[in-house]
């Protein structure tokens, strides 16, 4: 998470910054710029604890390495998901779909200004 920067990288920002704030104005630069981080930490460190106390102790038990986004390859993921057994189906109504013939299932109803649709006044 350093953004590409070596220490080179920012002597020469912090020259270019010392060239175009000048003199005068640097050390009032500078405190605003320290004032700026000790914020940053600050407010990085409540979050932390804020976490800490809305999650419980179980905050520290997450992997969160396992978590990371850029530990999936969707080549495997598709490879595991070809290899991998099905699953039979568990509920009653999910087999009695399955079995039941494409002719036999009910066509959609139509509606006309006799026959409306339910109406619900809940949604928008």
């Known amino acids: 998470m350093t953004f590409g920067l070596t220490f080179e990288k920012l002597l020469l920002i912090g020259l270019i910054a010392v060239l175009i704030i000048g003199p005068e104005r640097l050390p009032r630069a500078a405190e605003g710029f320290s004032r700026m981080v000790r914020k940053a930490g ?7 604890s804020r976490m800490r106390e809305e999650m419980g102790p179980e905050l520290d038990d997450v992997d969160w390495r396992k978590l990371d986004p850029r530990q999936y390859d969707p080549r495997r993921i598709i490879r595991d998901a070809l290899f991998e057994e099905p699953q039979p189906a ?3 109504q999910a087999k ?9 299932r009910s066509l959609p109803q139509e509606f ?5 649709p339910p109406f619900d006044p809940e949604a928008t």
């Not at 600050?42 to 932390?48: F, Q, V, W």
């Not at 006309?112 to 409306?116: D, L, Q, T, V």
């Open 90 to 92: 568990t509920s009653v």
């Open 96 to 104: 009695e779909t399955i079995a039941e013939p494409i002719a036999s």
């Open 112 to 116: 006309s200004a006799s026959n409306r």
């Open 42 to 48: 600050e407010y990085l460190r409540s979050t932390k």
